[in-house]
């Protein structure tokens, strides 16, 4: 299957800075990246679509002045995580899909978010 | 919006034995399905899918059916074994564009 991977797969970061993840396509051409955030026991919450050379969609309740997304290549995204708070520190795990009319999304490993 | 609900929340069963997760969906549009199995601190890992103009999927031990009257699907693991113990998550999707809407997950324990 399709390859996605994401750096860093840990970070630590003191509240009031930023952190900036990953999302990259290893094998193929990605038209289409999803941003997933995701609690212990729960289930993944999307965040954001972005489609390579536009701006990014945000799901409802997701600050986007807080959460930057760009998609500047067919093969890389990355989450900028603004003025990170502790409430922030979660799993982050980006998708990837490869052209319109294709269905399937493949997940990346996910990096762990831990803001003191 | 789509809406995805999965049964059991946990399940644990014998080394050996079968195990069967359970969804349903309410968009009667909807016509991809995929299931997806994360192990702890990893991302979700896609092991198999159905599209609607199929009633059934199988690759080796597992396998996926799909009720479009109904509008419920369900994975089926076969002769169960350690490593398959993980979360399972199952998924919809309404057209190749949109947004996979998925299920709470399911816990499944597979003790020797």
């Known amino acids: 299957g399709a390859v996605v991977s994401q750096h860093p797969s840990r970070v630590i970061c003191k509240s009031g800075t930023s952190v900036k993840i990953e999302c990259r396509s290893l094998?193929?051409?990605?038209?289409?990246m999803f941003w997933y955030r995701q609690f212990p026991k729960q289930s993944l919450m999307l965040m954001a679509t972005?489609?390579?050379?536009?701006?990014?969609?945000?799901e409802q309740g997701v600050e986007k002045d807080k959460f930057l997304i760009n998609h500047a290549s067919l093969t890389l995204s990355t989450l900028t995580v603004t003025s990170a708070h502790p409430e922030d520190s979660s799993f982050y795990i980006c998708?990837?899909?490869?052209?319109?009319?294709?269905?399937?999304?493949?997940f990346g490993p996910g990096t762990r978010l831990t803001v003191t | 919006g789509e809406n995805v609900e999965q049964h059991p929340s946990t399940l644990s069963v014998q080394e050996g034995d079968s195990a069967v997760i359970k969804c349903t969906y309410s968009?009667?549009?909807?016509?991809?399905f995929p299931w997806y199995k994360q192990e702890l601190g990893k991302g979700p890992q896609l092991i198999i899918d159905?599209?609607?103009?199929?009633g059934e999927k199988k690759d080796q031990r597992i396998a996926v059916t799909l009720n479009k009257t109904a509008k419920h699907f369900s994975l089926h693991i076969t002769e169960t074994q350690p490593e398959d113990s993980a979360v399972y998550f199952c998924a919809s999707l309404t057209d190749s564009w949109g947004k996979l809407q998925f299920g709470a997950g399911t816990q499944v324990v597979v003790t020797p």
């Open positions: 998708s990837a899909r490869a052209q319109t009319g294709v269905y399937e999304q493949y």
């Open positions: 094998d193929f051409q990605a038209t289409t």
């Open positions: 972005s489609n390579e050379g536009s701006k990014a969609t945000y």
């Open positions: 159905i599209r609607s103009n199929v």
């Open positions: 968009d009667s549009a909807s016509n991809y």
